[in-house]
Structure formats: C-alpha cells, structure tokens
C-alpha cells in the first residue's frame, strides 16, 4: 500500500524526523513517496527520497496522504489530494495548526491507524468559483477555507456588490470580503471578527474586511445558497484569493460561488475533537494576565 509525505520547502522539518517516520512506515508494509516539494531542500545532500509524485502524478493508489507541518501545508495537500480522491491526515509540525489532527510526537499511533483495513474518514466541504467573466485560471477550482477578494497597491475603499440566489443583500465597502466555510471560520474570517462555526455547520460565513460601514456585521447563510459578486472601486484590479492562493482580477466583473461538488477526505485520528482543539489554541478558560 502506497503512502504519501508532503510538506512545504521552507519549513525546514528536520530530516531525522521526516526518515524516522518513513522508516516506521516502511516496517509496517507501506511503500512511501515523497512529494518534491518536501524533498527540494534536502536534494543536494542525500539520495534517501528516491521516490517522489508531483502535482502531475496520479497518485489514485495513496491510500492516505501525510501532511507535515501546519494548516498552510494541508491546504497545500490538498491539491494533491482532492483530485485523487485521496484522505489526508495532518501531523502538525507547526504552530496553531487547527486542521492538523495528530502531533509530530504520535507516530506510532499514527502508523496504527493507517494500517487498519478500514479507516475512518470524515469530509469537509468547499468552495468554487461556478461561473464568472473574469478568467481565473487556477488548475483546482476549489477552497477549503475561503474565498477572498480584497484591495490590492492601494489604499483607497473597494466596493463588492453582492447577491445572495440573484437577490441583491449588499454593498460591502471597505477592504474587501471573506465567503468562508464552517472549516475556515477558524481562519481569515476569524481574525476579521467572524463567528466560530463547528465544521459540520452546512453554512457559509460572509464576513467584510474593515468595512467602512460599522453596520456591516458578519452573515451566515446556508451554504446551498449561490452567491454573486462584482469588485468596484477606483482601481483597475482587486486581489482574488482561493485559500492560500491568489491572483489579482479585473474590477467590474461578476463572480459566482457555491458549493463544491468536491469535498476534501481527512482522516479521522483518535483523541481529536473539535471543541478540544479550539480550547486549546486559543487559550479559553487560561488567565494570560500575567
């Protein structure tokens, strides 16, 4: 059985950690590869990463993809992995890490679980662009996170005309506006004052960007709900954001977004929940006072 290791370049995880990992799971029966990118920093120096994939392999066989480092490094998993069909379990090599669901220090327990015959998977919805006059050539059309579109090189206001099912709701003028998913309301949302939805809520957050308007609250809408934009203002192009990826636009261009027919896989590790983890990383119930 075929498993896959991916990580981003400048995280730097140690080498050690990354072989002593593989090496566990090659004792357990695993044939593992190693995605390019993990192994771009180490290429000069050694010759143990013989087998790799990219972004053009097909990687259909993986029966799970390991994503070493933080909640950047799954969602740039994940563009291996959707395609595919293929889980990802999240081994957090970085900081808050709120996607990742197993720890750098649980590899035994995490070679368990992947050699269960049967593994418990849960799904998490996403986002995508389902018809727009702007060209947005992103090869994966899909967000785990959000959908942002923000100003860009200027300090002037932006304006996006919204509509919710063909019905128009608003004119969010200020920096820009955040479409996000219950999984990335833990994200971007939250860090411009969006509610915290637990990620089996089948709704979409829209949340402004410093809107120039203090009446302009976060929404939470059904996430069945087509939702249509325009980006105005004084500026040609405006940033358009698919999670960690991002492109700049033309103004005045209408955009739709619903639901993907795509959901990305995680697999579901012992002793994670939810409500443990958001206690956790953001410190609720501690007195930092002091």
């Not at 566990?24 to 593992?32: D, S, T």
Request: proline share 6%; net charge neutral; hydrophobic share 40%.
């Amino acid at each position: 059985m075929n498993i896959g290791l991916h990580a981003l370049p400048f995280h730097q995880i140690p080498k050690d950690q990354i072989l002593a990992l593989s090496d566990m799971l090659e004792r357990a029966g695993f044939l593992v590869y190693f995605s390019q990118s993990l192994v771009r920093p180490f290429e000069k120096f050694t010759t143990n990463f013989s087998r790799t994939f990219n972004l053009e392999s097909d990687i259909s066989s993986f029966k799970a993809i390991l994503s070493l480092g933080g909640d950047g490094t799954i969602l740039d998993s994940l563009l291996y992995a959707v395609p595919a069909k293929v889980p990802i379990l999240g081994i957090n090599f970085g900081r808050l890490g709120f996607l990742a669901t197993a720890q750098s220090t649980e590899y035994e327990a995490i070679v368990s679980v992947l050699q269960k015959e049967t593994m418990s998977i849960f799904h998490r919805p996403l986002l995508e662009i389902s018809n727009s006059e702007e060209a947005i050539s992103f090869p994966q059309n899909f967000a785990l996170n959000e959908i942002a579109i923000t100003k860009r090189d200027t300090a002037s206001m932006i304006t996006i005309e919204t509509f919710i099912e063909d019905e128009f709701l608003n004119d969010y003028w200020g920096d820009g506006l955040i479409i996000s998913t219950a999984t990335g309301s833990t994200g971007y949302s939250l860090s411009c004052g969006g509610p915290i939805l637990v990620p089996e809520n089948e709704s979409v957050v829209l949340t402004p960007v410093s809107p120039h308007n203090l009446s302009m609250r976060p929404l939470v809408i059904p996430d069945k709900i087509k939702i249509k934009i325009k980006p105005k203002g004084r500026q040609q192009k405006v940033m358009f954001s698919m999670d960690s990826r991002s492109k700049p636009i033309l103004i005045n261009k209408f955009l739709e977004i619903k639901k993907s027919h795509l959901a990305a896989n995680f697999v579901d590790f012992p002793n994670y929940s939810f409500g443990k983890t958001i206690r956790e990383k953001l410190f609720w119930g501690k007195d930092l006072r002091n």
